[in-house]
């Protein structure tokens, strides 16, 4: 609104328009984690290979494009469980533990909260029920729907505001 105050409509318009294109980046972001999750949830053969064999942290960041340290978190917030290896107290992920994190990694790739990820992956490591994941997502959905209907809300009042001042 500033912008507009100070007769920068242009600037305000480009603003707008790079807000609904970001809006637009998340559907397009939470269509594409919902489609892995899913293969992921189902092992179907669109569900990317887990690696071969035990890993270390640092070989899972990097097969998963994230932190070592994102890791840590996800374990100290009870989402992951890698096992210690006796000798040298390295922590190692087996397959299982990789197809976890990547479930973790997409959730909050899509701005999903750590907090409601346990019951998701609780569902998941229990008979693969996918009832947490679906309303996980749908909650998702209805967020960038909401937003998208306020956004749409808000040009309205703008244009409004500019065609009649």
Do not use: C, F, K
């Not at 507009?4 to 318009?13: C, T």
């Not at 996800?74 to 299982?96: C, I, M, N, Q, V």
């Amino acid at each position: 609104m500033h912008a507009v105050h100070e007769g920068r409509i242009d600037e305000a318009l480009e603003s707008i328009d790079a807000a609904h294109a970001d809006l637009h980046r998340h559907r397009g972001d939470l269509r594409r984690a919902g489609e892995a999750l899913a293969a992921i949830a189902h092992r179907t053969a669109n569900a990317p290979a887990p690696p071969r064999g035990d890993l270390r942290i640092g070989e899972v960041a990097a097969h998963l494009g994230v932190r070592a340290s994102a890791l840590r978190v996800w374990e100290e917030a009870g989402l992951l469980g890698p096992e210690r290896d006796r000798a040298t107290g390295y922590r190692t992920y087996t397959p299982a533990d990789v197809r976890l994190a990547r479930v973790v990694h997409l959730l909050r790739q899509v701005g999903y909260p750590l907090a409601g990820i346990g019951p998701v992956l609780e569902q998941l490591n229990h008979g693969g029920d996918t009832t947490a994941l679906d309303a996980a997502l749908a909650r998702r959905t209805h967020d960038l729907n909401r937003r998208s209907r306020a956004m749409l809300d808000a040009a309205a009042h703008l244009n409004d505001y500019l065609t009649h001042p």
